[in-house]
């Protein structure tokens, strides 16, 4: 397991802009989920460790865009457009892995998480 530390989280109008980030080191696909009160985590967003895959749940295309700079051992989530329906604790989540492309889907496929981030938006 890897520790993941999270940050970026708040408060925001409908409409705003937030940026996560969550840092981590090494071969590491990873991301982002959301559970907000009285619902299961749902996968928002995902990225294999070269940056060069991603993946957007329909909820979130074009408003969300997963990112990662390795060089900072650090995995963004840019959310735009924010709506109130959006509002959620957010997780990032990692999986280690040597295959180059792969992103992954499934709670179950990530072995370490992040103590989740708040993100509250106002109508």
């Known amino acids: 397991q890897v520790q993941l530390v999270e940050s970026g989280g708040g408060l925001v109008q409908a409409g705003g802009s937030l940026r996560l980030a969550c840092t981590t080191s090494?071969?590491?696909?990873m991301g982002w989920f959301r559970q907000a009160p009285g619902k299961e985590r749902e996968l928002v967003a995902s990225?294999?460790?070269?940056?060069?895959?991603?993946y957007s749940a329909d909820s979130v295309k074009g408003r969300f865009t997963i990112s990662r700079d390795n060089t900072k051992n650090t995995v963004y989530l840019q959310m735009d457009s924010l709506k109130p329906e959006d509002t959620a604790v957010y997780y990032c989540?990692?999986?280690?892995?040597?295959?180059?492309?792969?992103?992954?889907?499934?709670?179950?496929?990530?072995?370490?998480w992040g103590q989740g981030t708040q993100v509250t938006v106002s109508s």
């Open positions: 090494g071969r590491y696909a």
């Open positions: 989540a990692a999986r280690y892995t040597s295959l180059l492309g792969s992103i992954y889907y499934r709670e179950s496929d990530f072995g370490s």
């Open positions: 990225i294999d460790w070269s940056g060069g895959a991603t």
